[in-house]
């Protein structure tokens, strides 16, 4: 087991790095005011698991494959970056062309939650984020190793859920005040939209630079 101190400064730093403005907050903004604080909660969730499947990945030594596989780490960007233009096309399509399953993809938190593990899961940064900063805060003098792993991943895992929760719960309620004063009904479908769009073309600059 990682020591007090150890454990003290990586919650802070944990803290700071998950209220930092970045690609998962955006998603979870969109996701709240696009289909209400629910919606956020159940996407934070989702990522929320996809982060400690990583967690899992790391401590196994799987995740080091993206460390070593330039192949591997450019093809799950790119499936990363197809399935938000997916996502966000469904935010886009036009009233009277059915969804391929509306009552699951706009009212089934069920169906957010796993939509949001495979954002997450693709997401090869998580998994180098992991191979570089846990180390940090591992004894390698300690034999338990995977133990120390084990622990600082489930800590941080806690820590931004529980910060992307919060923000799920700020951005739905901020979703629910700006639809009332303007007055329109669909305004949040097209912003969740465009923002997965974004998010969608940023992998993808990444990805050919």
């Not at 009233?95 to 693709?122: C, G, H, R, Y």
């Not at 700006?178 to 990805?207: H, P």
Request: include cysteine.
């Amino acid at each position: 087991m990682p020591s007090l101190e150890v454990l003290a400064a990586f919650s802070v730093v944990c803290f700071l790095l998950s209220i930092t403005p970045g690609p998962s907050i955006l998603y979870i903004m969109a996701r709240s005011m696009s289909q209400g604080p629910s919606a956020g909660v159940s996407a934070a969730s989702g990522m929320a698991v996809g982060s400690f499947v990583y967690v899992i990945a790391t401590v196994l030594g799987l995740a080091a494959i993206f460390s070593y596989s330039p192949i591997a780490y450019t093809g799950l960007k790119v499936v990363g970056a197809v399935y938000l233009v997916y996502l966000g096309w469904q935010y886009f399509k036009p009233a009277d062309q059915p969804m391929d399953n509306p009552s699951l993809f706009k009212a089934n938190n069920f169906a957010i939650m796993k939509q949001s593990l495979v954002v997450e899961l693709t997401n090869p940064k998580t998994a180098l984020f992991f191979l570089a900063f846990l180390p940090q805060f591992v004894n390698n003098e300690n034999a338990h190793v995977s133990t120390q792993l084990l622990v600082l991943g489930a800590i941080y895992t806690l820590i931004t859920l529980c910060c992307d929760i919060s923000i799920a719960l700020l951005s739905g309620k901020l979703g629910n005040l700006l639809n009332q004063k303007r007055n329109q009904s669909n305004w949040q479908d097209k912003l969740a939209g465009s923002v997965m769009f974004i998010l969608a073309g940023v992998i993808g600059y990444e990805t050919l630079k």
